[in-house]
C-alpha cells in the first residue's frame, strides 16, 4: 500500500521542488556538528506556522535510518495503537518505506497493545507533516509511523517498555530516532500559552514523562501530542538518555499577528 498525502498543498507545498524551496525560505544552515538525538518533539502545524521550528530541531541532529514517528489520533478512526506495518508513505515526487521488519516486531512482542491498522493513518497529518522534512536532510531512512489515541499513563509505560524491548531485540538501539510529533497549546492569547506551554516543556527537559502527563492535566494544556511525547520519554530514559534541549519555541501570532488565538509550536532534542 501507498499511503496517499492527506496534507499536502494545505499543510505543505504540494511537489517536491515546492517543498524545498519552502525549507529553503527558512534560512536554516544545519549544523556541521550534529547532536546524536535518541528523540525529539517536534510540531506539526502548517509549515507557514509551524515548520521553521521543526526544522530547526532536525537540523541539529543526526538522522538515523530508522525513524519511529508517533503522532496523536486527531481523527478518532482505527485502533488505540495503530501501526501502519507495511507499505510506503507517498508524497507524490517520492515515497519514504515502512520498515516492515521493525514494525511487525513492535506488534508482536509479548504484551504488545500495538496493532497493524492502516484505518487511523489515511486522514491524519500529524505523522504525514514530519516526512518531507527528515527528507530534505536524509533520503535513505525507513519510518514507523505510529498513531495513538488518549490512554492513561501506566499505559503509556507499557508501550514504551514494548518499544524498547522491539528495539533492543531488533539491534535498533543506537540507530533510530523517535519523532513525537506535537503541537503545544491551542487557542489561547500567546501570554497564557507561553506560561502553560512553559510547565509543560519543563517537565519534558526534566526528562519526566510522568510529570508532564500530569501537568497537561492539571493545568489544562491543550497539547495535542503529550501521549507522544510521554511514550518517547519512557524509552528515551530506558535507553539511558539523559540529556534534553529546547531548540525552539513559537506560536502563529509571530506568523499571522494575532496575539490574542495563537497556537504554540516547540522543538526539543533528547539525547
Not at 233 to 253: D, E, F, P, Q, W
Request: net charge negative.
Amino acid at each position: 500500500m501507498i499511503r496517499q498525502p492527506a496534507a499536502m498543498g494545505y499543510f505543505y507545498p504540494a511537489g517536491a521542488d515546492k517543498i524545498r524551496d519552502f525549507i529553503a525560505s527558512f534560512n536554516i544552515i544545519p549544523k556541521t556538528e550534529k547532536i546524536d538525538a535518541f528523540g525529539i518533539i517536534s510540531p506539526h502545524a502548517g509549515y507557514v506556522y509551524s515548520g521553521k521550528t521543526a526544522y530547526m530541531g532536525f537540523s541539529e541532529i543526526n538522522i538515523k535510518s530508522n525513524i519511529i514517528i508517533i503522532g496523536p489520533n486527531h481523527t478518532g478512526i482505527g485502533a488505540d495503537y495503530s501501526v501502519m506495518a507495511s507499505g510506503e508513505y507517498g508524497f507524490r515526487d517520492f515515497d519514504v518505506p515502512v520498515n516492515s521488519e521493525f514494525a511487525e516486531a513492535i506488534i508482536n512482542e509479548k504484551g504488545s497493545p500495538f496493532t497493524g491498522d492502516e484505518l487511523a493513518h489515511i486522514k491524519e497529518h500529524s505523522i504525514e507533516v514530519q516526512i518531507p522534512l527528515l527528507y530534505n536532510l536524509k533520503k535513505d531512512f525507513k519510518i514507523v509511523p505510529i498513531v495513538v489515541s488518549f490512554v492513561k499513563y501506566g499505559d503509556i509505560v507499557h508501550a514504551a517498555q514494548i518499544i524498547f524491548n522491539a528495539l533492543k531485540k531488533s539491534n535498533l538501539l543506537d540507530d533510530v530516532l523517535i519523532v513525537a510529533s506535537s503541537d503545544m497549546t491551542h487557542y489561547e492569547n500567546a501570554e497564557s500559552a507561553k506560561t502553560k506551554d512553559g510547565v509543560a516543556i519543563n517537565e519534558i527537559l526534566n526528562l519526566n514523562p510522568e510529570g508532564l502527563y500530569n501537568k497537561v492535566r492539571e493545568h489544562d494544556i491543550s497539547m495535542c501530542g503529550f501521549i507522544p511525547a510521554s511514550i518517547m520519554l519512557n524509552v528515551a530514559k530506558m535507553a539511558g538518555r539523559t540529556h534534553a534541549k529546547l531548540i525552539n519555541y513559537t506560536n502563529s501570532g509571530e506568523v499571522s499577528g494575532d496575539y490574542s488565538n495563537v497556537v504554540g509550536y516547540s522543538s526539543i532534542i533528547v539525547y
